[in-house]
C-alpha cells in the first residue's frame, strides 16, 4: 500500500505530486485514508508562504479532511477502522508532514475527528471542516451563546432580540457561521450578493442585504444595534462600511478573517481583530468546548450524523493533480460561497 502527496518543495514553489511514507499513529492519534480534501483560503496563502508560521520543506500541506480510518494507535478508543469521518488534522500549527490533509493518507488526532453518517457524502461532509472557525468566533472571542444540543435544524427554539450581523454570509465561512448565531436563538442579519439571499434565509438569517448595494452603510445601520459583528468576508471597502456600522451605535470590534486591511481607518472606538482559530483547539483551557464541537455527541456529530447542518455547495475538481488548479482558483476568488474538493486516487 503506498501513499502519495502533493509536496511543496520550497517556499511559494510549485506543487509536485510524488511518494510519501505511509504514517505509523501513535497514542491518541489515528490514520485516514481521504476520499475528499477540502480546498480553503488559507491553503494557497500557505502555499505562497504569505500566512508567517514556521514550516519545513518539504512540505505537505491542508489541515482537513473526510475519508475513513484507516489505522488506530494506542489508547484510541472512539473510532474503529472503517469507520466515516471528518477531521481537523491543524498541520499549520504541527509543521509535520505527516498531519498535512494533501495526500492520500493523513495523520491526526482522535481529539480533532468526528463521525461522519451514512447518508452524507465525503465531499459534502467535507464542506463542514470550517465549522471550527466559525464556532470559534462566535463563541470563544464574540462570546455569544452555544447552540442547544440536539438544537431544531431549521427553526431555533427562540428569535432573541438581541441582533448579530455576520457579513459575507455568502462565502462558507459566513454559511455556516449565520446557521449556528441562528441555532443559538439570535436574530441574524447578513450581507451577501443577491444570488446566496434565499439560501441563507433557508439557514436562519432574518434579513440579508446586498453588500455591494450603494446604500449598505445606511441599510445594515437601520437594521441595527447589533450585539455583534463577524467579517466572515472581507475586503478593505468592507471593513470601511462595517467601522461605519459599528460606529453608529457607539463603538465595537469586529473579527475579521485577515485583520485590518491596508489603507483601511477605522472610526474612534471600533477595532478589527484578526484571529488564529486553529489555535483555540489545541489550548488546555480549551478542552471542554473542544469536546463539545468534535467529541461524541458533540455539535459536528449532530450536524454530520443526524444531517442537522445544511452543507452548502461543494464542487469535485478531481485529484491531487488538479490541486494546484484549485489553489489557483481560491486566490483568483473563483470559487466564491463553495468549496472546492480534491479526490484522491482520481489521478
Known sequence: MSNQAAWIPSKGAAIEIGHAEMPIPGPGELVIENHAIPLHPGDWKLAKGIIPIPMTYPAILGNYTAGTIHSLGPNTTRFKVGERVLSMSALALRNDHRFGGHQKYTLSTEMLTAHIGPDVGFEEASAASIVYAAMSALVLH????RPPLPPSPRDPISRSAEKVLIWGGGSSLGFFAVQIAALAGYTVLSTASPASFEALKQVGAKEVLDYRSPSIAEEVIALGPFKTVFAA???????VVIGQVLAAQGGGRFIST?????????PPGVEGVFVQYMDDYLKPENEEFVKWVWGDAGFLEWGLREGGLALGEVEGIG?????????????????????????????
Do not use: I, S, T, Y
Not at 323 to 343: D, F, H, M, P
Open 142 to 145: 464574540l462570546n455569544l451563546a
Open 233 to 239: 468576508a472581507d475586503a478593505a471597502g468592507d471593513q
Open 258 to 266: 485577515m485583520g485590518v486591511r491596508p489603507g483601511v481607518v477605522l
Open 319 to 347: 485529484g491531487l493533480g488538479m490541486l494546484a488548479e484549485g489553489l489557483r482558483r481560491l486566490e483568483k476568488g473563483e470559487a466564491r460561497g463553495r468549496r472546492l474538493v480534491v479526490r484522491p486516487g482520481l489521478e
